[in-house]
């Protein structure tokens, strides 16, 4: 049966107008998709499985309700998630939101699955990659002055030297714990700027920062480093890989 012109048409539509980045030989995200997608360095096959975990993540928040750790790079925008925690903070304590910061705890569980209960004030977050350093749990007896994560298990472990070969590792749960603007920038600590993606780069928002860049984490550092040596590494912390 021979093919009517429209359909022709039609066809000749899919394979060279619009669409025809879906027909193409390349590992690459479609350009149709990445356009209205969440930014990501992936290519098609890693992509694909990344945005079937996210929708999972936000699934089984809809379906068993508040999660006890929440997985960032699961958010399509990290940054409003963020303010929507100081905000209920700010709500709860009748504290003006603007003199409010995030303080950080490095807990010792690796995954959401070793959480035992949620914070009773901020958020628990996983999935958070190291790019060039790794975090180094202390085997140094506690003292009073160690910080201290939400579950009252000490915390001792700092910001160190990557493995060799090894650029990226993972981070273990952090407790973005909401304080007062004063309490925020304890001595000691990196300021390790957490970016979505791992090119470092985004469009200037409004606010006058990247919309990749999210927030800075405090990271305690090895000792007799400084926040420098970090810096001049370019230490950051970022929500996702590249593969």
Not at 18 to 33: D, M, N
Not at 146 to 152: C, E, H, R, S
């Amino acid at each position: 049966m021979p093919l009517c012109p429209t359909i022709l048409r039609r066809c000749q539509y899919c394979m060279f107008g619009s669409h025809a980045s879906f027909f193409q030989p390349t590992p690459q995200v479609p350009k149709l998709w990445a356009r209205v997608a969440y930014p990501s360095l992936k290519p098609l096959a890693s992509w694909f499985k990344d945005y079937h975990a996210r929708v999972a993540f936000m699934r089984k928040w809809l379906q068993e309700g508040v999660p006890k750790c929440f997985w960032l790079p699961g958010f399509f925008f990290p940054q409003g998630f963020m303010t929507g925690v100081l905000q209920m903070h700010a709500r709860k304590y009748s504290i003006p939101i603007d003199t409010l910061g995030f303080g950080f705890a490095v807990m010792e569980a690796w995954s959401a699955s070793e959480v035992a209960k949620p914070p009773q004030d901020g958020v628990l977050i996983d999935g958070l990659w190291l790019d060039g350093a790794q975090w180094r749990p202390s085997m140094t007896p506690w003292r009073p002055e160690t910080t201290t994560n939400i579950a009252g298990t000490p915390t001792t472990g700092f910001l160190d030297e990557s493995a060799p070969g090894v650029m990226q590792a993972p981070l273990p749960v952090v407790h973005f714990n909401p304080l007062q603007g004063t309490e925020v920038h304890p001595a000691g600590h990196y300021s390790c700027p957490l970016y979505k993606t791992g090119d470092r780069a985004g469009v200037l928002s409004t606010t006058g920062q990247s919309t990749n860049y999210v927030l800075s984490v405090a990271l305690p550092m090895r000792p007799g480093t400084s926040e420098d040596h970090w810096v001049l590494q370019g230490v950051a912390l970022l929500t996702m890989l590249n593969d």
